[in-house]
C-alpha cells in the first residue's frame, strides 16, 4: 500500500525530479527545502518515510535523522549524499536511518529502496497502532473515576509500573483488581511480553502447581508429556496470582522460591527452569492477620507486600458512581444494537445511595440487567432491582413540599407504567396533554 513521503532537500530541481519519480509510483510526496520547515511538515503528519540531503541550509541529513526518529519513531530516514563517506554513512545509520546513498550513483537502487523503507515503517505504524488500543483497551486509561480515593491507587499503580517491583492489589471482591494488573503490566517495560492471569482458587492443589510450573511427561496419571506452566509462558512478562490468599502452603513455598532465586522446578523433573517475571498478586482477604495465624507464609506476604495498593470499595467512591454508570449503559447498549441511553436523575440517586457490596462487578450486573429491560432509551429506576429501587439501610429523606411529592408521585406511577406515558396520566386521572406539561415542568426525563 503507497505511503507517503517527505523530501528535504535545498535544490529545487533535483528534489521535484525524485517527487515526479516517487509520484508515478503512487505514493504521496511532500517537499520541504530546509531542515526546519520538513521538522514542521513532520509533526503535524504521519510520514512513513523521509529522503532528506546530507547538506541543508541549516542543518544536515544525519543530525535531521535522530530528530525525526524523536518525533515520529516509526517514521524511516533514508540520507542523500553527493560525496559519500563511509564514516558518514556509520554515523547516519547510528542515528537511525534506514540507509545511506550516493545522488546519481543509485538512481537504480531508489524505488525498490524505498518500497522496503515504506513497508518497514507501515509495519511499525501498525504496531504503533495496535499497541495503542492495547493501552485504551487495558491502560490506566481505562480505570474510570475522579474520586481522591481512585486517584490515589492509580497514582501508586504508575509509580510502581515502571520498576520490576513485585506488587499485592488488595481490597474487596469486584474492585478492579484485574483491571489494575493489566494497567500496571501495559505501563511496564514488560508490556511486550505476555501478561498471563491465574485464579489460585478456582483449581485444587495439584492442578494449580501442574498450571503454575508445569510438569515432565509420566509424573503423574495422565502426564503424557511436558508440559509448560504458567511461568514460563509469562517469561519476559507479568504473571497475575489473584485470590493468592487461596493458594495451599506448599504450593506458597515454591512461589517464593520464584521470587527470590527466579527459578522453579516442574513437576517430575530433577533440573529447576530460570525464568524472568513479574508477579502481580491480589486478594480480599487480610493476609497479614492469615500470616500472623498460620494460615498463610509470613515469609511469603512480606515478599508480595513489598508495594501493596488498597483499591477503594465504590460506597467509598460514590462521586465516581454516576460516570460509572454511564459508560458501562453506553457499553452495555452498543453490545445489544441499542441507541445511546439516558440516565434519569432518579436512577442515578438510586445508584449512588445504594451500598454496592459487590463493587464495580454488581454495578455492571445491575446496569447490564437495566439495559436489556428498557423499552425505550431513558433508564428509570424501575428497571432496578427492588433492593437497588430503596435501599433499607438508606431512606430516602421525607419531602413536605408540595410539588415535591407531586413529583416523586409521577415519577413512582411512570415507574410503575415502565413509562407509559397515557397507562401513568390514566393511572393519575389527568388528562395526556396535562402529564406532558407536568413532565417538562418537573423534568422527569433528565
Not at 546530507?54 to 535522530?66: M, R
Not at 540507509?99 to 501498525?126: C, H, M, W
Not at 499485592?168 to 498471563?196: D, Y
Not at 508445569?214 to 509424573?219: E, L, S, T, V
Request: glycine residues 6%; proline residues 3%.
Amino acid at each position: 500500500m503507497p505511503g507517503t513521503i517527505l523530501l528535504i532537500d535545498d535544490e529545487p530541481k533535483l528534489r521535484q525530479l525524485l517527487a515526479r519519480i516517487l509520484t508515478l509510483e503512487d505514493y504521496q510526496v511532500l517537499e520541504a527545502d530546509d531542515a526546519r520547515s520538513g521538522l514542521r511538515t513532520l509533526e503535524r503528519t504521519e510520514i512513513q518515510l523521509v529522503i532528506s540531503d546530507v547538506k541543508l541550509p541549516d542543518g544536515n541529513g544525519i543530525d535531521l535523522t535522530a530528530q525525526v526518529k524523536k518525533i515520529q519513531p516509526a517514521t524511516e530516514v533514508i540520507v542523500l549524499t553527493a560525496y559519500g563517506t563511509i564514516a558518514d554513512g556509520v554515523k547516519a545509520i547510528k542515528n537511525g536511518a534506514f540507509d545511506y546513498i550516493t545522488k546519481g550513483d543509485d538512481n537504480d537502487k531508489i524505488i525498490p529502496l524505498v518500497s522496503r523503507a515504506i513497508e518497514k515503517a507501515q509495519l511499525q505504524f501498525r504496531i504503533k497502532r495496535l499497541e495503542e488500543q492495547v493501552q485504551q483497551k487495558y491502560g490506566f486509561e481505562k480505570i474510570i473515576g475522579q474520586s481522591k480515593t481512585i486517584q490515589q491507587a492509580i497514582d501508586l499503580a504508575r509509580r510502581v509500573a515502571v520498576t520490576d517491583t513485585t506488587v499485592l492489589l488488595t481490597g474487596e471482591t469486584g474492585t478492579g483488581k484485574e483491571v489494575f494488573a493489566q494497567a500496571i503490566h501495559q505501563a511496564s517495560p514488560r508490556r511486550a511480553g505476555s501478561f498471563v492471569a491465574v485464579n489460585c482458587s478456582a483449581l485444587g492443589k495439584e492442578i494449580l502447581e501442574s498450571e503454575l510450573f508445569g510438569h515432565r511427561a509420566g509424573a503423574f496419571t495422565g502426564a503424557t508429556r511436558d508440559k509448560k506452566g504458567l511461568f514460563e509462558e509469562a517469561n519476559k512478562g507479568t504473571i497475575f496470582l489473584d485470590e493468592i490468599g487461596e493458594m495451599a502452603l506448599d504450593l506458597q513455598a515454591k512461589l517464593l522460591r520464584v521470587l527470590e532465586t527466579h527459578e522453579f522446578m516442574r513437576v517430575g523433573d530433577t533440573k529447576p527452569t530460570k525464568t524472568d517475571v513479574r508477579v502481580v498478586a491480589a486478594t480480599n482477604r487480610d493476609l497479614k492477620q492469615d500470616a500472623e495465624t498460620g494460615h498463610f507464609r509470613s515469609d511469603l506476604y512480606y515478599r508480595l507486600s513489598v508495594f501493596s495498593i488498597e483499591l477503594p470499595p465504590l460506597r467509598d467512591r460514590r462521586d465516581d458512581i454516576p460516570v460509572l454508570a454511564e459508560v458501562l449503559a453506553q457499553q452495555e447498549a452498543a453490545k445489544i444494537g441499542k441507541k445511546q441511553m439516558t440516565l434519569s436523575p432518579a436512577f442515578i440517586d438510586a445508584l449512588t445511595r445504594y451500598s454496592w457490596k459487590g463493587n464495580i462487578r454488581e454495578l455492571k450486573n445491575v446496569i447490564e440487567r437495566s439495559v436489556i429491560l428498557s423499552d425505550g432509551q431513558t433508564l428509570l429506576p424501575a428497571y432496578l432491582p427492588l433492593d437497588v429501587q430503596s435501599p433499607s439501610s438508606q431512606p430516602a429523606a421525607f419531602s413536605y413540599d408540595l410539588a415535591t411529592v407531586e413529583k416523586n408521585h409521577i415519577e413512582r406511577v411512570l415507574q410503575h407504567t415502565n413509562g407509559n406515558k397515557a397507562e401513568s396520566a390514566r393511572l393519575l386521572g389527568i388528562s395526556l396533554s396535562t402529564l406532558y406539561r407536568k413532565y417538562d415542568e418537573y423534568q422527569l426525563g433528565q
